[in-house]
């Protein structure tokens, strides 16, 4: 999975790789506060495949918060 267009503001480099946090589903991103019908969604980290930049961070869900 990679992003189109992708250039790495530090290195140049074209390629990128997706990183994702919330795998376990005890390191979802939530809403602030309890919300016991809100289960959290997952963080997808974008980042340069050369040197690890990170180029965005999104949530998988914008539903879930
Ligand atoms: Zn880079």
Redesign the pocket.
């Known amino acids: 999975m990679t992003e189109k267009n992708f250039v ?6 074209t390629e990128s790789k997706v990183g994702k946090i919330g795998n376990s589903g005890y390191d979802k991103v939530k809403p602030p506060g309890f919300n016991a019908f809100k289960m959290g969604t997952s963080l997808l980290i974008t980042c ?6 990170v180029s965005s961070m999104r949530i998988e869900n914008p539903n879930a918060l």
């Open positions: 790495c503001k530090e290195c140049g480099h340069c495949a050369n040197c690890g930049e």
